[in-house]
């Protein structure tokens, strides 16, 4: 189901970058997303799309209130769309021979690590020991 949602957020996001290159909203109504992404969908969803959600009032200020919040994000992790518990899974699939399963802890580690196992910036590092910390503080797992 989410790889629905992904491919469904994907394709909306790709559409609207599409109509926000263009100048105009005029523009952006009579420019037709390339076939590869239309693909054959009626030439009305299109105009849809441009009269009634992207010059919508409440559309354009969550775009923008979205935006700003992604401007804030100190660090990004490299795990996709793929959600925390899914490479949680795929770790243990992997090491299966030891039988423990990733920590919460170490999943969030392994997913702000490039692939040569360095922190992705020190900021991620930092959290990382904090989460490690308080988890061995607390005793919770």
Known sequence: ????RWQSYTLNSRLH????ACE????????LPHPSLWNGRLVNHWYWLCDKVYTDEDF???SKQNADNRKKQKYHHKG???P????AMEAHKKKKKS??????IDNWGALHKDKKGQW???VAQEKHVSYSYFVLTAGIF
């Open 1 to 4: 189901m989410w790889i629905r």
């Open 99 to 104: 039988g423990a399963l990733l920590s919460m």
């Open 60 to 62: 354009l200020e969550l």
């Open 84 to 87: 925390f518990i899914q490479h």
């Open 120 to 122: 992705i910036n020190d």
């Open 24 to 31: 105009t909203p005029k523009a952006g109504r009579s420019n």
């Open 80 to 82: 996709g769309a793929k």
């Open 17 to 20: 970058e599409h109509y926000k």
